[in-house]
Nanobody, 125 residues
């Protein structure tokens, strides 16, 4: 059974940093796309970033470009999202998602095969 588990969320002041982790189990972590999405109350789910294992290519939404960095550690079956210079508008539940085709980065949410349970990020002003 494939499982994704996010961790690292929390409460931070504006300007602070958090590092989210997404640990995958039940798969061979070799050809994949991992995406990070977020959803704030009353808003649609938004694609934040993704990484494609085949060539290491990455994508960032304009709203986070220059502040967030996605990285992977295949030996640990994990992907990370380093979030710096956080703003109150970054407040949301953050989800990681796995696309087993390993193709689409970026790709819309329906393209992803598995999702984590989400981790809350709250940025206070």
């Amino acid at each position: 059974e494939v499982q994704l588990v996010e961790s690292g969320g929390g409460l931070v002041q504006a300007g602070g940093s958090l590092r989210l982790s997404c640990a995958a189990s039940g798969i061979t972590f070799d050809n994949y796309v991992i995406g990070w999405f977020r959803q704030a109350p009353g808003k649609e789910r938004e694609g934040v970033s993704c990484i494609r294992s085949s060539d290491g290519s990455t994508y960032y939404a304009d709203s986070v470009k220059g502040r967030f960095t996605i990285s992977s550690d295949n030996a640990k079956n994990s992907v990370y999202l380093q979030m710096n210079s956080l703003k109150p508008e970054d407040t949301a539940v953050y989800y990681c998602a796995l696309d087993l085709s390993g193709l689409g980065c970026p790709a819309p949410a329906p393209a992803y095969d598995y999702w984590g349970q989400g981790t809350q990020v709250t940025v206070s002003s």
